[in-house]
């Protein structure tokens, strides 16, 4: 079991937006503003798009944002084209221990 | 543009040691602003932290893996490393190694490399 809970997939048309979470606990997504989200495509390399929590880094479309509420964070993709389709992965800072914690991944399927 | 390049064994036997190498190019294993370290995905599943290593040699470990676990980093050969003692089929999987600064912004992947484990 992952130690940061993702939905296993979702989907959505061309054009519009959806919204990915990920839930953590005080241990990790709650205390500290290091969240990054990354997008990997099958047979390649994960992509960073988003770090501490909202930024991205430079050359990612404006079309991510990240967000945070609580335990949980959030990524959004607006205007979905049929390229954003493929696995995106959130992760946290959890302290020193055990440092560095993954999502169990979402499947962006573009309808 | 740092780019970094996994190296070692696809094929290992149960209770062997796994030991990959990952060359880093375009920039300093030394700087330190950032954390050296591996991610691996086993099959149909998702990404899993296994360790890092600091420009100074301080490391950090999947507690899940911790006592087989080794990351170590060689500054002037600009690359670091990994160990993983009595490996079993759980732990046949892609490896990837990455820069993360900020703590967990892995902003730079190798192409990853399939270790199997297999009698």
Known sequence: QSALTQPASVSGSPGQSITISCAGTTSDVGTYNLVSWYQHHPGKAPKLIIFEVTKRPSGVSSRFSGSKSGNSASLTISGLQAEDEATYYCCSYAGLVPFAVFGGGTQLTVL | QVQL???GPGLLKPSETLSLACSV????????NYYWGWVRQSPGRGLEWVGSVY?????????????RVTVSITT????FSLKLSSVTAADTAVYYCARHGG???FDSW???TLVSVSS
């Open chain 2, 55 to 67: 420009y100074n040699g301080d490391t950090q470990y999947n507690p899940s893996l911790k006592s």
């Open chain 2, 25 to 32: 190019s375009g920039g300093s294993a030394s700087s330190s």
């Open chain 2, 110 to 112: 190798g192409r990853g």
């Open chain 2, 76 to 79: 002037s050969k600009n690359q």
């Open chain 2, 103 to 105: 703590a967990v912004d």
């Open chain 2, 5 to 7: 390049q996994e190296s």
